[in-house]
């Protein structure tokens, strides 16, 4: 798989610091608005998109996740720093390839056939969603987090850095440098990040994998991180 070349370039230039870090997440439903209010508690700036006119979220956003900013999407991620997928997967082929060249991609979705239908390439099942997602994104550095974690445990389960019962998430991606950045947000917004270092390895972060809705210390999803690329 070849990357856009810019992606590796603009890497070194982004800087974690939630003062000038300003994330664009598309899908404003369950999983997007938790992460954007984790975000929004976190110090950054957030922008927050859906199918339509943002006008239409405005009054949702105002009581669901106040300080985040309604945008068209396209608008959202021409303005950010970091773009997070949230939307249902049979939606993303509306999403724009050359919208999102060069830019590193948070994937948090998952395939899950009774909202998303048969889809034939994520069906294969030999091949973990996020390594088809990177292939219909081929210029963005795809990063998988936040997509093993219940919507209405993400919020509640943060912890600081530090305390005994801090829990983990996984941060999978195929670019180290990705991996980092997204890994210092994670850190920021109260999880221990534990890297993955590709998004081959990431089946047992998906649904029916061990991971998935486990809600487990970082010692723990090591644990199972290691197990994976052992029997891979
Ligand atoms: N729910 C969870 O606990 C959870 C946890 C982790 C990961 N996830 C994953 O996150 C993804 C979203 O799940 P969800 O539960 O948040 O779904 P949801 O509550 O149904 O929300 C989906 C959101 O995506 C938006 N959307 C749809 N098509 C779009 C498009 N073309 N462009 C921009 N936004 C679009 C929808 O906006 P409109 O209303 O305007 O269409 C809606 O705001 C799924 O892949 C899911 O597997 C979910």
């Not at 369950?30 to 405005?58: F, H, I, N, Q, W």
């Not at 099942?125 to 993400?154: C, I, N, W």
Request: glycine share 10%.
């Amino acid at each position: 798989m070849t990357l856009h070349p810019a992606t590796d370039s603009l890497l070194p230039t982004v800087d974690p610091a939630p003062e000038t870090l300003h994330v664009a997440v598309i899908g404003a439903g369950k999983a997007g608005t938790a992460v954007a209010r984790s975000l929004l508690d976190a110090g950054y700036r957030v922008s927050v998109s859906a199918s339509g006119d943002p006008a239409r979220l405005e009054l949702m956003i105002d009581f669901v996740t106040p300080g985040a900013e309604p945008k068209w999407t396209h608008d959202a991620v021409a303005e950010a720093d970091l773009v997070i997928l949230a939307l249902p997967l049979h939606r993303l082929h509306t999403i724009d390839p050359a919208l999102l060249a060069g830019r590193v991609v948070v994937d948090t979705m998952n395939y899950w056939p009774p909202v998303d239908g048969e889809i034939p390439a994520f069906r294969a099942g030999d091949r973990p969603s996020s390594e088809v997602v990177q292939d219909m994104f081929p210029g963005a550095a795809v990063v998988k987090t936040f997509s093993h974690t219940g919507y209405h445990h993400l919020e509640p389960d943060r912890r600081p850095a530090g305390h005994p019962e801090r829990r983990g998430l996984a941060v999978a991606g195929n670019q180290p440098g990705a991996v980092a950045l997204v890994s210092a947000l994670v850190d920021r917004i109260g999880y221990d990040p534990v890297c993955v270092d590709s998004l081959a390895g990431t089946g047992f972060l998906q649904p029916g994998g061990p991971a998935f809705g486990a809600r487990l210390t970082a010692a723990q999803l090591s644990e199972l991180a290691g197990a994976a690329a052992s029997a891979a």
